[in-house]
């Protein structure tokens, strides 16, 4: 290529590739740690060069590990992400400066040093992005900073490293240098001393620039390099000034599917203007699909299960409550927290849903009856249609609502007569009852709150004793025609979560200090059916 033919070197621009786990992270990290605070946090991404597709830079789950770990074949970008809380915020950011304040971070790292240790840190990327996590759609915008130098003119076409004399020498060289640190390095080739080594950035002699031949791993699969080629030759005349109007041979290292170089394409370049990197501008926005300026938008309800997207919004209510209202509130323990329902009508039925509606998920309901005509208007599980079936008991049809209302719940349902004061027991119900009384007292000792809720006084007497005796957590609700109740039973536990606590303007009586139900009593409670 004569000198009147040299043509303007041209790079091809990274492609943003993003996993569906990226975003599931980035909600994860939103809900759980950022909660309202939109100050940007570091990722990492990776790229690979071999028998790379396109230009991409990729980035997954693990982009928010505290170390970047690329995959096999791949090396590490660095980058930074901005999530905002709202779309107008997204959208009323100033994009130029914000590209302009990641570019002159990249020239800190040339200036001081850092690049020199660190060479991943020419391949920088930033991500402006949006969650809107009620709809689990993402808008975001990559850009891959960039200082706009002086252009290259490119001296010749394009060389492959299997043409050059002796390719086998430089190959040897380059495969003798470990996988990770082959992102950017140097290759002094010197023939006349019969002599090819690989050299890290470090060791940069201006001195022997002359047989220097700049490598990078390079994911382009087109004639031109890739974008990263950029920020390194800037690098390379920022350090070195030197070399302005100089013939720079570059080499984008790219491995076939059978890790072979052959196809490794180099380039020779000069910039014939230095360039004044106080007063430089940057570049390095994405296109959209549209192949226009502009931001993108994914939408990952369709690649969630239904269960965990079910699981995720409730997850994000809760959060929101706990954030603004109750910030104290550990919803973990409520997650965990193993609840017992003595009876599923009304009051059982509004107690399993208000659980529920609060982020409990192990629910168990005892009871023995079945759904009739009059419950599904008042006892909220049910439905016409269980009435009509005729033989559809109350505990586990109750059970298998709560399931299909949140997917994520544990619930189960057991069928049961409460052995009750007052109440005979024939010899024929006598094993039965034994059964009974026996699953009853292993689910009390296998929760953690006992729920009272069943409609008569002396069905509570049971619970009542066995909740004491395993030192249970006991609520007592009670509905009457013109008044309810609604009362914790105390705890002979040495700890129950509030000893000596304080709050202002109100008395606190601490859980050992509480009675139970039955503790006014002056008789034994009994059969009250025979009274109504």
């Not at 930074?80 to 809380?85: A, D, P, S």
Request: proline share 4%; hydrophobic share 40%.
């Amino acid at each position: 290529m004569s000198e009147s033919n040299e043509q303007i070197l041209k790079f091809a621009p990274f492609e943003s590739f993003v996993s569906p786990t990226f975003w599931h992270k980035l909600a994860e990290l939103k809900l759980d740690y950022d909660r309202l605070s939109d100050a940007e946090r570091s990722v990492f991404g990776h790229y690979t060069n071999r028998k790379a597709s396109g230009c991409l830079l990729e980035v997954d789950y693990s982009a928010y590990n505290s170390a970047a770990q690329p995959p096999k074949f791949s090396h590490a970008a660095v980058g930074t992400i901005y999530n905002k809380n709202t779309i107008e915020e997204f959208k009323a950011l100033d994009k130029t400066a914000l590209l302009a304040a990641e570019g002159k971070r990249l020239l800190a790292d040339m200036k001081n040093g850092r690049v020199l240790n660190d060479a991943s840190l020419l391949t920088r990327f930033t991500v402006l992005s949006f969650a809107d996590l009620k709809s689990h759609s993402y808008y975001y915008w990559f850009a891959f900073p960039c200082p706009l130098t002086p252009t290259l003119r490119l001296h010749c076409d394009p060389l492959r490293l299997k043409d050059l004399p002796e390719s086998s020498r430089y190959i040897d060289a380059i495969c003798a240098l470990p996988a990770e640190s082959q992102n950017f390095f140097i290759l002094y080739a010197n023939e006349e001393q019969m002599l090819w080594e690989t050299r890290s950035l470090s060791r940069f002699n201006e001195q022997e620039a002359e047989h220097y031949y700049y490598c990078f791993a390079d994911p382009s699969e087109y004639e031109n390099p890739a974008w990263l080629m950029r920020n390194y030759v800037a690098f390379l005349l920022q350090q070195c000034p030197q070399l302005v109007g100089q013939t720079l041979k570059f080499m984008g290292l790219r491995y076939d599917q059978q890790m072979q170089l052959d196809n490794s394409l180099i380039w020779q370049v000069s910039q014939a203007e230095p360039c004044d990197y106080e007063q430089v501008q940057f570049v390095g926005w994405e296109l959209n699909r549209n192949g226009k300026m502009g931001p993108r938008m994914v939408n990952m309800r369709d690649s969630m299960d239904p269960a965990k997207l079910a699981e995720n919004v409730i997850n994000l209510n809760l959060k929101l409550m706990k954030w603004r209202l109750v910030p104290d509130l550990n919803l973990e323990i409520l997650a965990a927290t193993k609840c017992l329902l003595f009876g599923a009508g009304t009051l059982g039925c509004a107690v399993a849903r208000n659980l529920l509606s609060w982020g409990f998920k192990h629910i168990t309901l005892l009871d023995n009856g079945k759904v009739g005509y009059s419950n599904p208007v008042r006892q909220s599980l049910y439905t016409h249609a269980d009435a009509v079936a005729g033989n559809r008991m109350k505990a586990t049809t109750a059970a298998s609502r709560l399931l299909e209302i949140n997917p994520s719940t544990v619930s189960k349902g057991f069928v049961l007569e409460i052995p009750m004061p007052g109440h005979t027991i024939g010899e024929s119900l006598r094993s039965q009852t034994e059964e009974h009384l026996k699953l009853i007292e292993e689910q009390v000792q296998a929760h953690d709150v006992i729920f009272l809720l069943t409609d008569s006084r002396e069905s509570r007497w049971l619970p009542t004793l066995l909740g004491a005796a395993h030192e249970k957590i006991v609520i007592n609700a009670a509905l009457g025609f013109d008044s309810y109740l609604v009362m914790r039973h105390g705890s002979n536990r040495e700890m129950v979560g509030d000893v000596n606590q304080e709050i202002d303007g109100l008395k606190c009586i601490s859980g050992q200090q509480l009675g139970c139900y039955f503790c006014n009593d002056v008789t034994a409670p009994g059969n009250v059916s025979n009274q109504l």
